[in-house]
Each structure stands twice: as structure tokens, then as C-alpha cells.
């Protein structure tokens, strides 16, 4: 079973997500646009405290079998706006 505390689990979460939703984080740090260390330390912390990491990964699964990226985070998404940002822009 996963644990869902550990941070390379929720940092891998944070890097499906921004894939699901259309983002390339790597891209964007390459272009200048990307977080900071800082700021991506944020968004697995963020991650790391979210509540529905079972649903997340279930919406994860889904979106990579359709492979079509995500219109939206799920609600429950505890980086849903900041993904989205990156995603259309």
C-alpha cells in the first residue's frame, strides 16, 4: 500500500496533477515561470495535507487512461488554483 505521508509521494502527486490539468513544470521552470524551490516545497506541503489522497490518485488514474488533460483540479486539490494558472498560461 502507499504511504501517502511521505514527500516523494505527494511531490509525485503534485507532477501528475500539473500533467493531468496540461502543465509542464519542467517547461515552466525552463521558461522562467516556474516555482522556486520554495514555492514547489509549498505545493507538496500543501499536498502532503490534503485529505483525499486515495481520491486523488483515482482521479489521476482516470485522466491518464483517457488522455485528455483535466478541464479542472478536483475541488478537494489543495494546489488547484496555482496548477490551473500554470496549466492555461
Not at 55 to 63: G, H, P, R
Not at 79 to 84: F, G, Q, R, V
Amino acid at each position: 500500500m502507499t504511504k501517502f505521508g511521505t514527500f516523494d509521494t505527494h511531490a509525485g502527486l503534485v507532477e501528475r496533477m500539473a500533467s493531468a490539468l496540461g502543465a509542464d513544470l519542467e517547461e515552466a521552470r525552463q521558461r522562467g515561470d516556474g516555482p522556486t524551490e520554495e514555492e514547489a516545497r509549498a505545493r507538496v506541503y500543501r499536498c502532503i495535507s490534503c485529505t483525499e489522497p486515495e481520491l486523488c490518485v483515482k482521479f489521476l488514474d482516470a485522466m491518464r487512461e483517457t488522455g485528455v488533460p483535466a478541464r479542472a483540479a478536483p475541488p478537494y486539490c489543495r494546489n488547484k488554483t496555482d496548477l490551473e494558472r500554470l496549466a492555461s498560461g
